[in-house]
């Protein structure tokens, strides 16, 4: 089942900070995080695994409540090269299978 | 610079003909996935192979695709034969498996008319 990622869209100016959410219905083993731009690949940002991780790296981190399935990506101080779409990627175990979110559009202005 | 490779970038095609995509996974990545993107379904797995052997197909339409991985260097996506419902972003992606996330070809652009 495709967990659910919320916002759906989200503007921004730069310089301002933005969440991200993901939750599944189903207990996770890990999540991915990944930004794709128009027209681009996915780029891949980060993996959490079960145990309450956080993560992070220049201004963009994470964390993960694996009793709650629920990540969060987590976006400061944004920069223009921030935007594109965010996807949030769960498995259920060690096997790699991933279920994709259906993204957040995030777009950073002037 | 260590990248997936996929080809053919853009593929224009009628439909009832065959259509094979290419990947070339980052050397030492033992997990290859390929992956269907469309506006409607977003992102769905099609199948992904560990140490070239197939684990998982069940994303894939078994009457009209294939896919398979001859060789630790190449991994291939056949689709025979094509239908306009198939036109989408398809996507290579490999790793290391429990180690590293998905690191995605450019992709290849399928049009079936």
């Known amino acids: 089942q495709q967990p659910v990622q919320s916002p759906q869209a989200v503007i921004l100016r730069e310089g301002e900070d933005a969440v991200i959410n993901c939750s599944s219905s189903?207990?996770?083993?890990?999540v991915h995080w990944y930004r794709q731009k128009h027209g681009e690949a996915p780029i891949f940002l980060m993996i959490?695994?079960?145990?309450?991780e956080q993560k992070g790296h220049d201004k963009i981190s994470a964390s993960f409540n694996e009793k709650k399935q629920q990540s969060s990506l987590y976006l400061t101080a944004s920069q223009l090269s921030y935007s594109g779409t965010y996807f949030c990627g769960t498995a259920t175990g060690t096997a790699s299978k991933l279920t994709f979110g259906t993204g957040t559009r995030l777009q950073v202005t002037l | 610079d260590a990248r997936v490779t996929q080809t053919p970038r853009h593929k224009v095609t009628e439909m009832g003909q065959e259509v094979t995509m290419r990947c070339q996974p980052i050397l030492g990545h033992n997990t290859v996935f390929w992956y269907r993107q469309t506006m409607m379904q977003g992102l769905e797995l099609l199948a992904y192979?560990?140490?070239?052997?197939?684990?998982?197909d069940s994303g894939m339409p078994k009457d009209r695709f294939s896919a398979e991985m001859p060789d630790a260097t190449l991994a291939t996506l056949k689709i025979q034969p094509s239908e306009p419902r198939d036109s989408a972003v398809y996507f290579c992606?490999?790793?290391?498996?429990?180690?590293?996330?998905?690191?995605f070809g450019e992709g290849s652009r399928l049009t079936v008319l």
């Open positions: 192979f560990r140490n070239r052997a197939p684990l998982d």
């Open positions: 992606a490999s790793g290391l498996e429990g180690v590293t996330g998905r690191f």
């Open positions: 959490l695994l079960k145990g309450g």
């Open positions: 189903k207990a996770l083993y890990s």
